[in-house]
């Protein structure tokens, strides 16, 4: 059974700092993976996506890299800010599990200026 | 750009009580998710439909039940609410059955039951 791990649970950084975000996931037979993020109470909002034949994707500061081989994925801030505080979710699409995304519990990030 | 409408965005139940949530899934989308996320939790998989048939199927209750109808939008029916079916509804779309189509995600519905 698919697990999605991502360390570490919360974060603290001053702005400005570049941080990584780690995301694991046990079997390496994945289709995609999407990094999302979610406010407090509010919903999900599609950051970038993965394609299984790739292995990063940029989008403005932030960028996401995939190494299926080892059930790694990586999001890369640049120079944080407070408006990025949030909480960061990993998910993956796995074949056995049809078209269903796999979430991590998520990584909560605090920018303070 | 038009994204994924979810209706009501609050709700409050009794409990054994029912209650129905919509989705409205992005214009050309033919596949529709739905996802319940407790408080501190994940996002988990309760069931999908493509092109008006169930896709796929996930943790997803007896009493509850859903359906994709010809304008591609989707019901999810609680019935029997519970105290532990307070959580946040997501509904999701996408354009394909999930390979290499991204999910786009709704507002969610915040369903209380007291």
């Known amino acids: 059974k698919q697990e999605v791990t991502q360390i570490p649970a919360a974060l603290s950084v001053p702005e400005g700092e570049n941080l990584v975000l780690n995301c694991s996931f046990t079997?390496?037979?994945?289709?995609?993976l999407q990094w999302f993020r979610q406010d407090p109470g509010k919903g999900l909002t599609s950051l970038l996506l993965?394609?299984?034949?790739?292995r990063e994707q940029t989008s403005g500061r932030l960028n996401a890299s995939l190494d299926k081989s080892s059930g790694r994925s990586t999001l890369y801030i640049a120079a944080s800010q407070p408006g990025d505080s949030a909480t960061y979710l990993c998910a993956v699409y796995v074949d056995q599990a049809g078209t269903a995304l796999i979430f991590g519990k998520g990584t909560t990030l605090s920018v303070s200026s | 750009a038009a994204g994924v409408i979810q209706s009501p965005r609050h709700l409050i139940k009794e409990k054994r009580e029912t209650a129905t949530l919509k989705c409205y899934p992005i214009p050309r989308h033919d596949t529709v998710y739905w996802y319940q996320q407790g408080p501190g939790q994940d996002p988990q998989f309760l069931i999908s439909f493509y092109e008006k048939m169930q896709s796929d199927k996930g943790s997803i209750p007896d009493r509850f039940s859903a359906q994709q109808f010809s304008d591609y939008h989707s019901e999810l029916n609680m019935s029997s609410l519970e105290l532990g079916d307070s959580a946040l509804y997501f509904c999701?779309?996408?354009?394909?059955?999930?390979?290499?189509?991204?999910?786009?995600f709704g507002p969610g519905t915040r369903l209380t039951v007291l």
């Open positions: 993965i394609q299984s034949s790739q």
């Open positions: 999701a779309s996408s354009s394909a059955p999930g390979l290499l189509d991204e999910q786009f």
């Open positions: 079997d390496s037979a994945i289709y995609n």
